[in-house]
């Protein structure tokens, strides 16, 4: 199978499954919903048509050869491992430690070569936007290693 | 009524506080279009955070004048650089940088200005009028009305930027779908949960736009970290003279039409005005041999266009609740937050409010033409920030604004996991601004359709009997459908 036929086919997945998570729904009574619909009929309309729409695409892939889209660059599944451990570290350490390797690993990645800019900006950002939601928007962020010491 | 929105709109000249924060936000505005992939939806989507504590109308003021100044501001590295800071100003490079590549970058960017002012303020005024006029009539709108446009807004989405129609109606049906998790409004049944009960409201807007607008475009912008970008010199920014005002002000009246009708249909935006614009400015010019040369008829018509569909998209925002482009979705959400509810009530209750968020507009509008004149050498610096700064810095941002919101971490992970989906939409030729639409208009489709079905004891094909709901319904199958039966019928007659 051509990888371009990936997307409907991950699309159909989806969908179908999101019937069949729809169809487990609780039911309510005749008496509130009334002539209305059940909470399950709307999504199940909505990935009915959708799924009506991919056959449409997948013809479409058909009749037109698309070409496949290219495979990213290691930059971006960089940054979206960088995301993965901003999620480790936040629940672990702290979000601003998150924020700091993450800005700091970020900028090397994407080819900054002067380090101490990288750790400027990673020092420098999340403490300017940490003084503006404390002090003026009066923001509580979530408790951590820093947190802590901050909020004691 | 009419001396409450001329004392309104005029309120805000006298308001120090607001004057700076539109000046503030002005300057904001432009650094942000002038930053090749931010534009006004990311800024927009960036900025809604900052604004919670704000009162209500600078709230709005503040993402009102990212919208009008950064679609300004994607024209000037569209001329200097032939990168469109926005996408709004992609019809600009066609002749904006040709033109400044003949050493009269300043000529360009002085007719870019102009037109963009005139195309804003022309705008504006229109929004003023029509606005007021369109709630009369929304007034008699009911649940089967409403039910019907938000099915006319859907169908839209087919041709919003960019994207083919089914993939654009794929991404806003994704959307509807994503307002349906959480409880049922009528029944209280949890939807799609997976037992999180702070789902329990729905998933709330700030944290997905960020993930689909900011998110998604700092992985996107990923891929261009090799990019070398290069500069046209340019010694100061040059106002039009005569002769080329002569040239062109019927070019910048017919484009402010276009763009501001363009920008009223739910789901169009400034990216098609521009580009219709552009084509007819071509269309009815003397010297079509000009065009892609560097023709001042071309860049005004791209500009005034674009500027004038940020008011024109205003209207259906505010007065039904639809929005006309991503950037609006995100200012119609910000209505939301701060308890101004679009529709008639907004143009009734809070009248006041409103014109002053209309004089905002016309403020910003005079503000970006100041900057333009006068700063915009300045600004094209900003660009040349280099990605592996600035897009670290956005992410900063978009964490933390998405915390904000509410205090909660699921709303950081929403966002990165929808930064992530977003970027694998486009990377695949959907367009995530059907997706954020979709989930705004989601939960008016569903809701309006089951008070519908009980007006009518079930009987849905009711709905047709309605005049303005078929009238509307017709629209949405002209949108969806029409093209194909146009070009059926062309090769018919072929």
Redesign the interface.
């Known amino acids: 199978m051509k990888n371009i036929y990936l997307?409907p086919l991950i699309?159909s997945i989806f969908s179908l499954a999101?019937i069949a998570?729809?169809l487990q729904?609780?039911?309510?009574p005749e008496m509130?919903?009334?002539?209305?619909?059940?909470?399950?009929s709307?999504?199940i309309f909505?990935?009915l048509?959708?799924l009506t729409?991919?056959g449409?695409?997948t013809f479409?892939f058909y009749k037109n050869n698309p070409k496949p889209?290219a495979l990213?660059?290691y930059?971006?599944w960089?940054?979206?491992f960088l995301?993965l451990l901003?999620?480790l570290l936040?629940v672990y350490t702290d979000?601003f430690i998150g924020?700091f390797v993450?800005?700091?690993l970020?900028?090397i990645l994407?080819?900054?070569r002067r380090i101490w800019?990288?750790f400027l900006?990673?020092t420098i950002?999340?403490g300017l936007?940490?003084l503006?939601?404390d002090y003026?928007?009066?923001?509580?962020?979530?408790r951590g290693i820093l947190m802590n010491l901050y909020y004691g | 009524m009419f001396e409450q929105a001329i004392s309104a709109m005029a309120s805000v000249v006298v308001d120090p506080y607001l004057l700076g924060l539109i000046f503030a936000t002005t300057i904001l505005g432009v650094i942000i279009g002038v930053l090749p992939g931010l534009g006004a939806t990311t800024g927009a989507a960036l900025l809604l955070p900052f604004t919670l504590t704000m009162d209500p109308v600078h709230a709005i003021a503040v993402l009102a004048t990212i919208y009008v100044s950064a679609t300004f501001a994607g024209s000037i590295t569209a001329i200097l650089i032939n990168t469109p800071g926005t996408s709004a100003a992609a019809a600009t490079t066609f002749d904006g940088y040709p033109l400044a590549q003949k050493g009269e970058a300043g000529r360009a960017l002085g007719i870019a200005v102009i037109s963009s002012t005139v195309g804003g303020i022309f705008s504006v005024l229109i929004l003023c009028f029509a606005a007021p006029l369109l709630a009369r009539v929304a007034y008699e709108f009911r649940s089967p009305e409403y039910f019907a446009l938000t099915v006319f807004g859907l169908s839209m989405l087919a041709s919003i930027s960019a994207g083919g129609a089914v993939k654009n109606l794929i991404g806003g049906i994704f959307g509807v779908w994503l307002s349906t998790i959480g409880a049922e409004r009528v029944t209280g049944i949890e939807r799609f949960m997976f037992g999180n009960y702070e789902l329990y409201e729905g998933l709330h807007f700030v944290p997905i736009f960020i993930g689909l607008f900011a998110i998604s475009e700092l992985l996107v912008q990923s891929k261009t970290v090799d990019k070398i970008i290069k500069t046209v010199s340019m010694k100061a920014v040059k106002l039009p003279t005569l002769e080329d005002y002569k040239k062109i002000w019927k070019t910048i009246l017919r484009s402010c039409g276009i763009g501001t009708f363009i920008g009223v249909l739910p789901a169009e935006g400034a990216t098609v005005a521009s580009m219709i614009g552009y084509s007819e400015a071509r269309r009815w010019s003397k010297n079509k041999k000009e065009f892609g040369k560097g023709s001042i008829e071309g860049i005004a018509g791209a500009e005034a266009a674009n500027n004038a569909a940020t008011g024109g998209a205003m209207v259906p925002t505010m007065v039904l609740g639809i929005p006309g482009s991503g950037t609006t979705a995100i200012i119609l959400v910000g209505l939301m937050v701060h308890g101004l509810r679009p529709g008639v009530y907004l143009f009734t209750e809070q009248v006041e409010k409103v014109y002053q968020i209309f004089g905002s507009m016309f403020v910003a509008n005079v503000m970006f033409m100041l900057m333009g004149l006068y700063a915009a050498k300045l600004f094209a610096r900003v660009s040349l920030v280099p990605t592996q700064i600035l897009w670290p810095i956005v992410f900063a941002l978009s964490v933390i604004g998405a915390y904000a919101f509410q205090g909660q971490l699921l709303d950081v992970w929403l966002a990165l996991i929808f930064g992530v989906i977003g970027f694998f939409a486009r990377r695949h030729g959907f367009s995530v601004a059907p997706i954020a639409v979709g989930l705004i208009l989601g939960e008016m489709v569903e809701t309006n359709l089951q008070h519908s079905l009980k007006m009518f004891d079930g009987a849905w094909w009711m709905i047709l009997t309605q005049p303005l709901a078929l009238m509307f319904l017709v629209f949405a199958f002209l949108g969806l459908c029409g093209p194909m039966i146009f070009s059926w019928i062309t090769k018919q007659k072929d």
């Open positions: 997307i699309l999101v998570i729809a729904l609780d039911t309510s509130i919903v009334g002539d209305s619909m059940q909470a399950r709307f999504p909505l990935m048509l959708k729409l991919i449409i695409l479409q889209v990213e660059k930059h971006t960089g940054s979206m995301f901003f999620y936040t979000m924020i993450v800005i700091f970020m900028s994407w080819g900054e800019v990288a900006t990673a950002t999340p936007v940490f503006l939601f003026v928007l009066k923001i509580r962020f979530p």
